[in-house]
C-alpha cells in the first residue's frame, strides 16, 4: 500500500530538481537532498516545537522514492495533490 505523503517543503524540493531537469539517479544523490527539514518536536511538558535539521541521505531516500512513485502513476509528487 502507497502511504500518504504530505505535500510540503520536501515535496518541493523534489519538484524543483525534477524542473531543473536532474534524472531520479541523480535525486538520489547525497548532494541532492535538502539542506534541513522541519519536523514537530514535543518537549517534556507537551508543547510542540519545531526541529530544524540536515536531512540524513537514509532519510531522503525513501521519501524521493515515494515522490518519484507518485509522480509516475498520477503526475504529481504528493498524495494529497491527487486524492
Not at 500500500?1 to 504530505?6: C, D, M
Not at 507537551?46 to 540524513?56: H, K, L, Q
Amino acid at each position: 500500500a502507497l502511504e500518504k505523503t504530505e505535500s510540503g517543503s520536501n515535496s518541493s524540493h523534489y519538484e524543483r530538481l525534477i524542473f531543473d531537469g536532474l534524472s531520479f539517479r541523480d535525486i538520489i544523490q547525497p548532494e541532492n537532498a535538502p539542506p534541513s527539514f522541519l519536523r514537530l518536536g514535543q518537549d517534556d511538558y507537551g508543547d510542540i516545537y519545531n526541529i530544524c535539521r540536515p536531512m540524513p541521505l537514509a532519510e531522503w531516500l525513501p521519501l524521493a522514492r515515494r515522490y518519484h512513485l507518485c509522480r509516475s502513476l498520477y503526475g504529481y509528487a504528493t498524495w494529497y495533490d491527487w486524492c
